[in-house]
C-alpha cells in the first residue's frame, strides 16, 4: 500500500519562504504527475502546482512566480518552494500523485501539512 507523507509546514511571517516536502513510499514501480494543493478554512481545495513525470511544471496563478515545484524521481519525492508569502497563502497543504505500485493505480493523497503566514 503505497503513502504520501508531507513535511515542512510551520508558521511563517508575511514575506517569509518555506519548503514542503512530500515522500512516496511502499513497492512504487512509477509516479506519474505530481501535485500540490491547498485548502483555506472555509473554502475549496484548489489546485497549487503540478509536476510532470518529466519534471515540467504548471502553477496557479496565485502562486506563479513565487513557487517552485521539484520533484527526486529516484527518491520519489516532491517538493514545493514558497517565498514572499502571505497571509491568504495560509492553509493546509496536501500532495497528490497517481501511483503504480505493487497494488496496482492509486490516486494517493498525503494528510496535509499545516502553512500559517502571520506576523
Known amino acids: 500500500q503505497v503513502q504520501l507523507v508531507e513535511s515542512g509546514g510551520g508558521l511563517v511571517q508575511p514575506g517569509g519562504s518555506l519548503r514542503l516536502s512530500c515522500a512516496a513510499s511502499?513497492?512504487?514501480?512509477?509516479?506519474?504527475?505530481m501535485r500540490w494543493y491547498r485548502q483555506a478554512p472555509g473554502k475549496q481545495r484548489e489546485l497549487v502546482a503540478t509536476i510532470t513525470s518529466g519534471g515540467r511544471p504548471s502553477y496557479a496563478d496565485a502562486v506563479k512566480g513565487r513557487s517552485t515545484i521539484s520533484r527526486d524521481n529516484a527518491k520519489n519525492t516532491v517538493h514545493l518552494q514558497m517565498s514572499s508569502l502571505k497571509p491568504e497563502d495560509t492553509a493546509v497543504y496536501y500532495c497528490?500523485?497517481?501511483?503504480?505500485?505493487?497494488?496496482?493505480?492509486?490516486?494517493?493523497w498525503g494528510q496535509g501539512t499545516q502553512v500559517t503566514v502571520s506576523s
Open positions: 511502499g513497492v512504487i514501480f512509477s509516479i506519474n504527475a
Open positions: 497528490n500523485a497517481g501511483i503504480w505500485s505493487d497494488s496496482g493505480w492509486t490516486d494517493a
